[in-house]
T-cell receptor, first 115, second 112 residues
């Protein structure tokens, strides 16, 4: 089992550009959550996808959007990048809470630098 | 609403000494609590979790934590620190639909 995988590992963009980050969940998991971890801070919840729909959203602007595919993999898109979007973006997968398991498994993250 | 406060952004201990990392939570429902560890340039790895039942929870690498409802605390301890324990530790509480609320983290430094 490969666990949660994310791509790319690192990314450098300039202000105003758009970026797409990708995540493949752990085998058997159908729920994907995205977090932003700025330098020196704890991860902040961006949103969660289940059954190809956004189920929960944190306090992030509409520039942050996502998608989940039928194979449960997910993308995070950020438009009109700002310097403040520089962070480690973490993807986490879990079985649907309805199955009684609440642990989330995290990927290694994508380090985004906005210049 | 759920939130987590970690006291002490940096903790330094000597190798072999007791490790104590503090976490206090706020939750409007019975909490599910977690401790994760993050090594440099890596994702988060689960150390241990409390859901229901026994309030003293044992995790990996010799870590344990005790859920104290009266103190709204979930402090992480390890009797004897090892150099390999140097990392950043995050406490988290779970909200609806597995939405995690993380603390700001505590960096543990282990001195030889």
């Amino acid at each position: 089992d490969a666990g949660v995988t994310q791509s790319p590992t690192h990314l450098i963009k300039t202000r105003g550009q758009q970026v797409t980050l990708r995540c493949s969940p752990k085998s058997g998991h159908d729920t994907v959550s995205w977090y932003q971890q700025a330098l020196g801070q704890g991860p902040q919840f961006i949103f969660q996808y289940y059954e190809e729909e956004e189920r929960q959203r944190g306090n992030f602007p509409d520039r942050f959007s996502g998608h989940q595919f039928p194979n449960y993999s997910s993308e995070l898109n950020v438009n009109a990048l700002l310097l403040g979007d520089s962070a480690l973006y973490l993807c986490a997968s879990s079985p649907d809470p309805g199955q009684g398991t609440n642990e989330q498994f995290f990927g290694p993250g994508t380090r985004l630098t906005v210049l | 609403a759920q939130s987590v406060t970690q006291l002490g952004s940096h903790v330094s201990v000597s190798e072999g000494a007791l490790v104590l990392l503090r976490c206090n939570y706020s939750s409007s429902v019975p909490p599910y609590l977690f401790w994760y560890v993050q090594y440099p340039n890596q994702g988060l790895q689960l150390l241990l979790k409390y859901t229901t039942g026994a309030t003293l929870v044992k995790g990996i690498n010799g870590f344990e934590a005790e859920f104290k409802k009266s103190e709204t605390s979930f402090h992480l301890t390890k009797p004897s620190a090892h150099m390999s324990d140097a990392a950043e530790y995050f406490c988290a509480v779970i909200g609806n639909f597995n939405k995690f609320y993380f603390g700001s983290g505590t960096k543990l430094n282990v001195k030889p």
